[in-house]
């Protein structure tokens, strides 16, 4: 098989931006309603982050005593540190602009100011 064909084929930009958002978004739905899946969705969007970022994170994951947790039965103490670990994460991706690029700046003009999109 000519894998240059096949790859060829099928190249294109991969959707980083929006696999980044979906994750996000599960993440915050299974902090509410399943400890097991948030604490494994914080651990997998490290493994998404670029080198430096998950480098960084994973330090700071074994800082806090997260090595070898198991995924069932997740107490508050725990839920605490993976807590921190994503605020650690996001803080990080937020200082390489890959979340949070794109802010709204209101002119201030009564009811009928537009919104003003500014990227970075």
């Known amino acids: ?42 651990d997998t969007l490290i493994i998404f982050c670029p080198k430096r970022i998950r480098e960084s994170a994973l330090e700071y ?18 839920m605490w540190k993976y807590d921190d ?7 990080r991706l937020e200082d390489e602009s890959l979340i949070f690029r794109k802010r709204e700046i209101l002119e201030y003009g009564g009811l009928d100011a537009k919104p003003e999109r500014i990227t970075y």
């Open 1 to 42: 098989m000519d894998y240059n064909v096949y790859f060829t084929k099928w190249k294109r930009d991969i959707p980083a931006e929006r696999l980044l958002e979906f994750h996000l978004n599960r993440v915050a739905e299974y902090r509410d309603t399943d400890r097991a899946k948030y604490a494994s969705s914080v």
């Open 61 to 78: 994951r074994r800082k806090l005593g997260l090595d070898g947790v198991r995924y069932r039965g997740i107490d508050d103490e725990k």
């Open 85 to 91: 670990l994503l605020m650690f994460t996001l803080e």
